[in-house]
C-alpha cells in the first residue's frame, strides 16, 4: 500500500486470465472500481456469468455484456464511472456492445436513477440484490445460490472470504450504511467451511473482508475467536478493514502471536483530533487509538501498520490538523491512504457549513503525506540487510520483478522467476517510503 490516494483504477479482477476469445461465444466484461469488497463481489458476478455460458473478454468491444461494478465513497469515482459510461454509449451506437449493466454501490445510490435515464443503462442493481444479475443474463433467478456466502472464484492461490456486509456505524462523511446497508455477519461454519474447500483446492492465502471486520460477531463468538479459527486452518491470513472502537486487545495479541497470521494491521482513524473525531461520529478519541498501537507494536514489533485519514472535513481547522499531523508522528504508519474530503449527497457532512477551501485541503493533505513518508521510509529503512521469507503475490512482470509480502505484511519486490503462492527466500537489498527491493537467496521454501 502507498501513503497515497486510494486509487479508484479498475481493479484486475483476478489472477485468473479469462480464456481464449471465441467470436462465436456469448460475451461478457466486467469492470470493477473501488474497493476489494467489490473485487470479491465481481468473483461472484464472474460466477453468474460463467454460469450463464458467458465467456469472459478484457475488452468492451469484444463484449456484448459489459458489467460495471461500482464504487461510490468518494466523487471521482462516480466521475470516472460516467467516463465509462459514455465510452459505452458510443460503442453501442456503433453495434460493438449489445447490453450495459450498472452494480454495486453506484446502483443503491439515488443518483443511478437519472444515470440509468442519461445513458440508458439497461439493469441497474444496487450492492443487496446482484443475484438478480442472475436473471437478465438468462438463470433463473435464486436468490439463495447468489447471495454473499457464494464463494468467489475458487482455487486462486490469494481468496477474499466475505465474513460480514453492511454497517451499524454512522460516520458523518459515509455514504456506506447507506449503499450496503446494516452489518450482517455470517455464520461462523459458514465462514470456515468456505475457507477449507478454498484451501482444499490450492488457496494459499486468506483475505477476511468486511467494511468493519472485528465488529463481526455470531451466537457468542466474536471476531478473534473467527480469526484464530481460520488461522487454524489456512496456511496465511489476513483481514480489513477494522474499526477502531471494536479492535479488541486479544485480536492484537493473537496477530503477534499466530503464525500464519500476517503481522500487518490496517486500522483506519481519519483524525488525530478528539474535536473531529466527535464531528464524524467515531465513537473514540486519539488516546485510545494511540494505546491500541502501543498493545499492536508490542505484540508484532516487527509489523506492519496503516490507517485511513480524511482532510478537510468541513470544521477542520488548523489546531485539528496539527493534531492529525502528531498522531501520524507518535503512530510512525508504514503507509496510509490519505482522502481529501469528498461530500457525498445524503450524509451529514454534506450538508455541514465551514467548509475547507481548497486550496487548503491541498496543503494539510501534503503534509500529511510527507509525514507518513517520512515515518516509513525510515522504518523501511531498518529492514535493509535482512532475509525474509516471502510470500509471492504477483509472478515476475516484464522487468523481472515479482511482487511479494513478509510475514511482517512489507510490500517487496524481487528478482525471481518463483510463481505466485509460493514463498521465496530473499535479501532485503534497498528500501523506499512505500516498498522493499530485494533479490532472491535461492532458497525455495
Ligand atoms: N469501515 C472503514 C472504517 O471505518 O474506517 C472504512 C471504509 S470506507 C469505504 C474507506 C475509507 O474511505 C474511509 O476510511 C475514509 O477514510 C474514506 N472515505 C469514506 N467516505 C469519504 C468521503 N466522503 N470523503 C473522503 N474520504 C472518504
Ligand atoms: Fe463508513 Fe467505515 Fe464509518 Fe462504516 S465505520 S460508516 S464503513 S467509515
Redesign the pocket.
Same mark, same amino acid.
Given at each position: 500500500m502507498s501513503s497515497t490516494t486510494?486509487t479508484t483504477t479498475p481493479i484486475p479482477l483476478s489472477s485468473k486470465r479469462a480464456g481464449r476469445f471465441d467470436p462465436k461465444a456469448k460475451t461478457a466484461c466486467i469492470r470493477t472500481f473501488g &474497493?476489494q469488497m467489490n473485487v470479491h463481489d465481481s468473483d461472484r458476478i464472474r460466477r453468474m456469468i460463467q454460469d450463464a455460458g458467458y465467456a469472459e473478454v478484457q475488452r468492451y468491444e469484444d463484449a456484448d455484456l459489459v458489467i460495471l461494478n461500482t464504487c461510490y465513497?468518494?466523487e471521482n469515482a462516480v466521475d470516472r464511472v460516467k467516463g465509462h459510461l459514455g465510452e459505452l454509449n458510443r460503442l453501442r451506437r456503433e453495434g460493438r456492445v449489445k447490453r450495459v449493466a450498472l452494480t454495486g454501490c453506484i446502483g443503491a445510490a439515488e443518483e443511478s436513477a437519472a444515470l440509468r435515464q442519461t445513458y440508458e443503462i439497461d439493469l441497474v442493481l444496487g450492492t443487496h440484490n446482484t443475484y438478480e444479475l442472475a436473471e437478465f443474463v438468462g438463470l433463473p433467478t435464486m436468490q439463495e445460490t447468489y447471495t454473499p456466502e457464494l464463494p468467489g472464484t475458487e482455487g486462486g492461490h490469494n481468496a477474499f472470504v466475505t465474513i460480514m456486509t453492511g &454497517?451499524n =456505524?454512522q &460516520?458523518s462523511? &459515509?455514504?456506506?450504511p447507506t449503499v450496503r446497508g446494516r452489518m450482517v455477519c455470517r455464520p461462523m461454519e459458514s465462514v470456515i467451511g468456505e475457507v477449507e474447500n478454498l484451501v482444499a483446492g490450492g488457496t494459499g492465502y486468506i483475505t477476511l473482508l468486511g +467494511? %468493519?471486520v472485528d465488529a463481526w460477531r455470531h451466537e457468542g463468538k466474536r471476531f478473534c475467536d473467527l480469526l484464530e479459527a481460520v488461522s487454524e486452518s489456512a496456511p496465511r491470513v489476513w483481514f480489513t %478493514?477494522s474499526?477502531p472502537s471494536n479492535m479488541e486487545d486479544r485480536t492484537l495479541n493473537a496477530i503477534g502471536e499466530r503464525d500464519t497470521i500476517v503481522k500487518r494491521l490496517h486500522l483506519?482513524v +481519519?483524525s488525530g483530533s478528539d474535536r473531529m473525531l466527535k464531528v464524524m461520529h467515531r465513537g473514540y478519541k486519539a488516546e485510545k487509538y494511540r494505546r491500541k498501537i502501543e498493545v499492536f507494536r508490542e505484540a508484532a514489533p516487527d509489523g506492519t501498520l496503516s490507517t485511513?485519514?480524511?482532510v478537510g472535513h468541513p470544521g477542520e481547522t488548523e489546531e485539528d490538523h496539527e493534531q492529525t499531523l502528531r498522531l501520524v508522528e507518535d503512530c510512525a504508519f508504514d503507509s496510509a =491512504?490519505i /482522502?481529501? /474530503?469528498?461530500?457525498?449527497r445524503g %450524509?451529514e457532512?454534506a450538508s455541514l457549513p465551514e467548509t475547507v477551501p481548497d486550496a487548503v485541503v491541498q496543503r494539510r493533505f501534503l503534509e500529511v503525506l510527507r509525514q507518513v513518508e517520512q515515518n516509513a521510509f525510515t522504518r523501511n529503512q531498518r529492514k535493509v540487510g535482512g532475509e525474509e521469507e516471502i510470500y509471492i503475490r504477483h509472478g515476475s512482470t516484464e522487468d523481472g520483478k515479482a511482487i511479494g509480502e513478509t510475514w511482517s505484511g512489507h510490500a517487496v519486490h524481487v528478482n525471481t522467476d518463483a510463481a505466485p503462492g509460493t514463498y521465496v527466500k530473499v535479501r532485503i537489498e534497498s528500501a523506499g517510503p512505500h516498498v522493499l527491493y530485494a533479490d532472491e537467496t535461492g532458497t525455495r521454501a
Open positions: 486510494k &474497493c465513497v468518494r &454497517c =456505524y &460516520c462523511y &459515509c455514504i456506506v +467494511q %468493519t %478493514t474499526h483506519p +481519519q485511513d485519514i480524511i =491512504y /482522502f481529501k /474530503f469528498s461530500p457525498r %450524509t457532512a
